[in-house]
């Protein structure tokens, strides 16, 4: 089948504005549209670019916005849109640095924000680890399945409008550790969410529950730890 790639270009230093270059291209419907991307930057423009690493779903670097929802380009193919006319643009909310790449500096700084790792200075009772039921593991398991990719985070019109806001991904990551049994740290996690830009700027909109890859519950576990916050009990 024969498709219409329009790609969003810009370069920041040269160029005035952004502009769409449009590529016709003769392709496999199974093709995915990081294939497509990887045609056009290997054989008709070098200078097209984008992020990419595992080509698998696995490292979260290829989220973009393909006909405007934010997938990763790795994971969908050309018969999934259903359409013959595709646009690829970079994420929103963060700034272009050059094409489809993005600065993910603000994203990560809210990822560490929220200390996403596990603490706990104590000695474990055998001498050896930290003890957990299938249960209590059970109850963050949702949580650890995050890439990092922020699909979530840069669909969310509460971060839009406030880049200041920790956002879904940063707080998806402290669920992950305020409910693990083992962990010692989640007073800090919740004292940072529950900030002018934590957890309450959330307005319940959903996008990045639509928009995770993994099929994260996000918008559940915000409300998770809004909960927490609300009745001091982490259950
Ligand atoms: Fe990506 Fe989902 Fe993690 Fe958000 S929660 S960064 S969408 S994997
Ligand atoms: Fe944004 Fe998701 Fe909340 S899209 S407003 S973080 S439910
Ligand atoms: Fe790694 Fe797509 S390239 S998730």
Same mark, same amino acid.
């Given at each position: 089948?024969?498709?219409?790639?329009?790609?969003?270009?810009f370069?920041?230093? =040269?160029d005035? /504005?952004?502009?769409? $270059?449009?590529?016709?291209?003769?392709? *496999?419907?199974?093709?995915? !549209? #990081?294939d497509?991307?990887?045609y056009?930057r290997?054989?008709?423009?070098?200078?097209l670019?984008?992020?990419r690493s595992?080509?698998?779903g696995?490292c979260?670097?290829?989220?973009?916005?393909?006909?405007?929802?934010?997938?990763?380009?790795?994971?969908?193919?050309?018969?999934?849109?259903?359409?013959?006319e595709?646009?690829?643009?970079?994420?929103?909310?963060?700034?272009v640095?050059?094409?489809?790449?993005?600065?993910?500096?603000?994203?990560?700084?809210?990822?560490?924000?929220v200390?996403?790792?596990?603490?706990?200075?104590?000695v474990?009772?055998?001498g =050896?680890?930290? /003890?957990?039921?299938? $249960?209590?593991?059970?109850?963050?398991? *949702?949580t650890?399945?995050? !890439? #990092?990719c922020?699909?979530?985070?840069?669909?969310c019109p509460?971060?839009?409008?406030?880049e200041?806001?920790v956002g879904?991904?940063?707080?998806?990551?402290?669920?992950?550790f305020?409910?693990?049994?083992?962990?010692?740290?989640?007073e800090q996690?919740?004292?940072k969410?529950n900030?002018?830009?934590?957890?309450?700027?959330?307005?319940?909109?959903?996008?990045?529950t639509?928009?995770c890859?993994?099929?994260?519950?996000?918008?559940?576990?915000?409300?998770?730890?809004?909960r927490?916050?609300?009745?001091?009990k982490?259950?």
């Amino acid at each position: 089948m024969e498709i219409r790639l329009r790609v969003f270009r810009f370069q920041p230093e =040269k160029d005035q /504005r952004p502009r769409y $270059d449009v590529y016709t291209i003769e392709t *496999d419907p199974n093709e995915r !549209i #990081l294939d497509l991307l990887e045609y056009v930057r290997g054989d008709v423009d070098g200078s097209l670019s984008f992020r990419r690493s595992c080509a698998h779903g696995v490292c979260g670097s290829d989220a973009m916005r393909i006909n405007g929802r934010n997938l990763l380009a790795c994971k969908v193919l050309v018969k999934d849109l259903g359409t013959s006319e595709i646009t690829v643009e970079p994420l929103l909310g963060l700034r272009v640095i050059k094409d489809l790449i993005v600065d993910m500096d603000p994203f990560f700084d809210h990822f560490k924000s929220v200390l996403p790792y596990f603490i706990n200075d104590d000695v474990p009772e055998d001498g =050896k680890e930290f /003890r957990q039921s299938p $249960d209590q593991r059970e109850r963050y398991d *949702d949580t650890t399945k995050c !890439i #990092l990719c922020a699909a979530c985070t840069t669909s969310c019109p509460s971060f839009w409008s406030h880049e200041q806001y920790v956002g879904p991904a940063a707080i998806v990551n402290a669920h992950r550790f305020i409910f693990d049994s083992r962990d010692a740290a989640a007073e800090q996690r919740l004292e940072k969410l529950n900030e002018h830009f934590g957890v309450w700027r959330c307005r319940t909109a959903f996008n990045c529950t639509e928009a995770c890859p993994r099929e994260i519950k996000v918008t559940q576990a915000i409300a998770e730890v809004k909960r927490v916050l609300i009745s001091g009990k982490i259950e």
